[in-house]
């Protein structure tokens, strides 16, 4: 399609789009009167109008049935995270039975790894991403410490070619070979936090495998923003926050894959809670520990409802509206912000470098914009404006129009806003 970078196109393109009524189903804060151009989704993503309702129900039922609601809510409590398995199922691409909602994703993370990082003899190596997320970094180092390894020999890190920006699959997998039989685990982010780099899951979780190793995704920044098809790439684990794309909430729980073939296992190590435990049993407080058959059998406590009443009324749009939908709009508004970035290149004498891959299928919502010869004062700027971003030192500034909320006038409006600020600085 050929772009125009002018109000009355995107407008045009707002028009067409299929998804431009949701926009209004979000609570968008406000700058100097006016609702903000909102590109942190991938950081916390917006307040869907219908979550508040969702808290209310419960605060109501806890009112009026108190402890009784357990069981006589509408939505009753003791089965609440049931609610998410099918929904969720089908933004990651699962069999329900293999998705349950739980505790925050480090902390799943972590539990995960009891059960799929048990290094012995020889395997003992974890394989991860160069600067991954830093509370992965933390996480796979302790773990690899409290297993008695020195995370400098444990922890084998896939590295970026010298002057480029991306992994390169190639790269991962030759790491994978030449690690082979040391190798425990494949750990990774399957969308870079820092440059929205998609990885090829199923060709790497195959190679993981093929080395005799298990193979597990952080999909924090996959999980409402990418395809995924968890089931059919054979993942064994996985685990995501929902307060990113998926519109959750501030610190909100975690979504967590565990592929079948780990269900009804009596010898797979595994930390345990009565939420685990077979749930038609589970108020018989028996003493000995009868997992669920299914994921659910990972998780320890009761679910925090009011916590996961937000996430529940978000997921439910998800559902109404569908991944597919959600990703061809969000390929074709990061497809306009780009040809917008690089229109206001033209005018400006500093200049724009999108370190994130051009391609679509290597890609989600997100851009990353490495400003050559900017500094936080543009950061700033844009903030006054009422454009939100998110900025990471020295000048790199992370883009990410949620499909759901974003709006093509909002990618031309942005795109003068940064412009005039640029200008602007560029006379003083
Ligand atoms: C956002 C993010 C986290 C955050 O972890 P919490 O336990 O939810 O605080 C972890 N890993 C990655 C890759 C992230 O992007």
Redesign the pocket.
């Known amino acids: 399609m050929q772009f125009e970078n002018s109000r009355e196109f995107a407008r045009q393109l707002d028009k067409e789009d299929k998804l431009s009524k949701y926009r209004n189903e979000f609570i968008f804060p406000k700058v100097n009167g006016k609702d903000v151009i909102y590109f942190v989704g991938n950081s916390l993503g917006l307040q869907p109008k219908t979550a508040q309702r969702y808290v209310d129900e419960i605060m109501k039922d806890w009112a009026e049935l108190a402890v009784e609601g357990h069981f006589y809510a509408e939505k009753s409590w003791w089965d609440y995270h049931e609610r998410f398995s099918q929904k969720l199922a089908r933004v990651v691409g699962a069999n329900p039975a293999e998705v349950t909602v739980m505790n925050?994703?480090?902390?799943n993370l972590h539990l995960l790894m009891v059960s799929f990082y048990r290094p012995s003899g020889k395997r003992y190596k974890i394989i991860c991403e160069e600067k991954a997320?830093p509370?992965?970094q933390y996480m796979i180092s302790s773990q690899v410490r409290f297993h008695g390894y020195d995370p400098k020999d444990a922890i084998v890190e896939i590295k970026k070619r010298d002057g480029e920006n991306n992994f390169r699959t190639e790269d991962v997998l030759a790491k994978i070979e030449e690690v082979g039989e040391e190798c425990a685990l494949v750990l990774i982010?399957g969308v870079n936090?820092y440059t929205g780099q998609v990885f090829d899951m199923a060709t790497i979780t195959k190679a993981g495998h093929d080395a005799g190793a298990f193979v597990g995704w952080?999909l924090?920044?996959a999980a409402g923003n990418i395809e995924l098809k968890l089931s059919e790439w054979n993942v064994d684990f996985a685990a995501w926050?929902s307060y990113?794309y998926m519109n959750s909430g501030p610190g909100n729980a975690?979504g967590c894959f565990i592929n079948k073939k780990y269900h009804n296992k009596k010898d797979i190590p595994r930390f345990e809670g009565w939420w685990g435990h077979n749930k038609e049993r589970r108020f018989l407080m028996e003493p000995e520990f009868q997992p669920e058959p299914t994921a659910d059998a990972w998780q320890i406590s009761n679910a925090p409802i009011l916590a996961m009443a937000p996430y529940l009324a978000s997921l439910e749009m998800f559902d109404e509206v569908g991944m597919p939908a959600l990703i061809e709009k969000r390929n074709k508004i990061v497809a306009y912000l780009e040809y917008v970035l690089h229109e206001i290149d033209k005018d400006v004498d500093s200049s724009f470098e999108i370190i994130t891959p051009a391609d679509q299928d290597k890609r989600g919502t997100q851009l990353s914009v490495f400003l050559h010869g900017e500094g936080k004062e543009l950061f700033r700027y844009l903030m006054d404006q009422g454009v939100i971003t998110d900025w990471r030192e020295p000048n790199v500034i992370r883009l990410a129009p949620a499909p759901f909320y974003c709006s093509f006038e909002d990618m031309y409006e942005f795109g003068q806003i940064l412009k005039e600020g640029i200008l602007n600085k560029q006379k003083v």
């Open positions: 925050t994703l480090t902390v997320f509370s992965d982010g936090y952080d924090a920044h926050c990113k975690s």
